[in-house]
């Protein structure tokens, strides 16, 4: 089993919507989380953390339900620049400090 | 300059040679990781280092062996390359000096393709 599961989409939706992806993990002793984004042939950078009491960052909104094990990730008035695949990214407590597991990522296809 | 610098950017190699994949950093962090990145897999992690004399292994480290030649320098090896190690591979840094926010650096990503 995979320690953290995405919806490998892809989303393609129009300038202006909103989106949303879900991500859950498996390790309940999980500590922190993360949504790293992925522009195509360049490298993850981190885009936000994931608190317990949800955050927002501009148009970018996180939410997290650990009794559920489940993250998201929300998108408003989503701009062409948008487009890339979004990482959620698990820190184990469990293991060395420092471990983060990776999901395979979502593909978000923005469309003018 | 890229902080994080991998070389080479891109590589073919045969099956059976053996190919070295090096990561250098000017951001002074003190950890280092390789992962590769395979379609439809994510980013999986190789091997990891917390400092010069402290080298973990990742979830995937057979076929691979790595040297951390320097606080600056990271290098990941195939001593001899295998078709299905045709991937993406990423190095990475993180600052855990100051205590940790999560965030890990990558390189620009080195592929290699192995026939």
């Known amino acids: 089993r995979k320690e953290v599961e995405q919806d490998p989409g892809p989303f393609n939706v129009p300038e202006g919507a909103t989106v949303a992806f879900n991500c859950t993990y498996s390790n309940s002793a999980s500590q922190s989380f993360f949504w790293y984004r992925q522009d195509c042939r360049k490298e993850p950078k981190l885009l936000m953390s994931v608190y317990s009491s949800g955050n927002e960052d501009g148009r970018f909104t996180a939410q997290l339900n650990r009794a559920s094990q489940y993250i998201s990730l929300l998108i408003r008035d989503s701009k062409l620049s948008d487009s890339a695949t979004y990482l959620c990214v698990v820190n184990d407590r469990g293991s060395t400090l420092g471990r983060l597991y990776f999901g395979r990522g979502t593909q978000l296809t923005v469309w003018p | 300059d890229a902080d994080v610098t991998q070389t080479p950017r891109n590589r073919i190699t045969k099956t059976g040679k053996r190919i070295m994949l090096e990561c250098s950093q000017t951001?002074?962090?003190?950890?280092m990781y390789w992962y590769r990145q395979d379609p439809g897999l994510g980013l999986r992690l190789i091997y990891y280092?917390?400092?010069?004399?402290?080298?973990n292994k990742g979830e995937i480290s057979d076929g691979y062996s790595v040297s951390r030649q320097a606080q600056a320098k990271f290098s990941l090896s195939l001593e001899s390359a295998i078709p299905n190690q045709t991937a993406l591979y990423f190095c990475a840094t993180s600052d855990t000096r100051q205590g940790w926010t999560g965030e890990l650096f990558f390189g620009e990503g080195s592929r290699l393709t192995v026939l």
């Open positions: 951001k002074g962090h003190d950890r």
């Open positions: 280092s917390f400092d010069v004399k402290d080298i």
